[in-house]
């Protein structure tokens, strides 16, 4: 119940965040400008429509993550409203794990949004309401909890500034650690090739969630695919959130 009421506090807070409104036009902006691209571009106008809609809601949807995410905690800590929240029979664990309930709730009422306006320019242009990018979506919000998992567990210890740019880098590299895989397999048996494979294990693939391609080609989408992303994304999420909570809870605020 605690932590549902620190959700709650947390969502009105974020959606009087004049950033997030600033990310959401930009948004609608880029995923409109579409058109606009699409008829100065030589080949599928629809194609690109759809794929740079696409690109648009996940870029800005983690920007949402990110810059709102990164300031959670700190704003309580800055505005001196932390020490009246532990001194109440509030965990810490429960403080924590509200604001990122909080701003889950924010990103799937804004990725809604965003997701409305993209349907709609793409139905101007095929006439028909294509669902099957609604996949893509639900895709992009699976990479989006993760990620703001990984926002709050830098806001727990760091400034919004280093959690930012931590942040960020976490998300490029998770987007591009898939050439990790290929620098292992050029690199010959040893030490070296151990601790590339061991950093690849670690690190995150946010590739996971990216299904952009098969849904504007129309190609067939492998049985699971969802349920892996989905089981992915919760199990790194749950381990993140773990080592947020562990962090926060030794955190002296005197």
């Known amino acids: 119940m605690t932590i549902l009421v620190i959700a709650r506090h947390t969502f009105k807070?974020?959606?009087?965040?004049?950033?997030?409104?600033l990310l959401l036009f930009f948004s609608a902006l880029s995923i409109v400008l579409a058109r606009v691209m699409a008829v100065l571009t030589v080949g599928d106008r629809v194609k690109v429509v759809k794929d740079v809609g696409l690109a648009s809601i996940a870029f800005f949807g983690a920007l949402m993550a990110i810059l709102i995410g990164t300031g959670l905690v700190y704003k309580e800590i800055e505005k001196r409203?932390?020490?009246?929240?532990?001194?109440?029979?509030?965990?810490?664990?429960?403080?924590?794990?509200?604001?990122?309930?909080?701003?889950?709730?924010?990103?799937?009422?804004?990725?809604?949004?965003?997701?409305?306006?993209?349907?709609?320019?793409?139905?101007?242009?095929?006439?028909?309401?294509?669902?099957?990018?609604?996949?893509?979506?639900?895709?992009?919000?699976?990479?989006?909890?993760?990620?703001?998992?990984?926002?709050?567990?830098?806001?727990?210890?760091?400034?919004?500034?280093?959690?930012?740019?931590?942040?960020?880098?976490?998300?490029?590299?998770?987007?591009?650690?898939w050439s990790l895989e290929t620098l292992i397999n050029k690199t010959p048996p040893g030490t070296r090739r151990t601790l590339l494979k061991?950093?690849?294990?670690?690190?995150?693939?946010?590739?996971?969630?990216?299904?952009?391609?098969?849904?504007?080609?129309?190609?067939?989408?492998?049985?699971?695919?969802?349920?892996?992303?989905?089981?992915y994304s919760v199990i790194y999420t749950a381990f993140v959130l773990i080592l947020a909570v562990w962090i926060f809870r030794r955190r002296d605020f005197i």
Do not use: C
């Open 13 to 21: 807070e974020a959606v009087r965040d004049r950033i997030l409104y």
């Open 81 to 177: 409203t932390i020490f009246t929240l532990i001194s109440k029979p509030i965990r810490r664990v429960e403080f924590l794990l509200g604001k990122y309930l909080g701003l889950i709730w924010t990103l799937a009422v804004m990725l809604t949004a965003m997701t409305a306006i993209y349907l709609v320019v793409v139905f101007l242009h095929t006439f028909t309401v294509e669902f099957r990018m609604v996949l893509a979506v639900l895709f992009i919000f699976f990479e989006l909890i993760l990620l703001t998992a990984v926002a709050i567990l830098f806001s727990s210890f760091s400034t919004p500034i280093l959690s930012s740019l931590f942040a960020l880098s976490f998300y490029l590299i998770g987007h591009f650690s």
């Open 198 to 231: 061991v950093l690849y294990a670690v690190l995150p693939d946010l590739e996971n969630f990216n299904i952009k391609t098969e849904v504007v080609q129309n190609l067939p989408l492998p049985a699971g695919l969802w349920l892996g992303a989905l089981g």
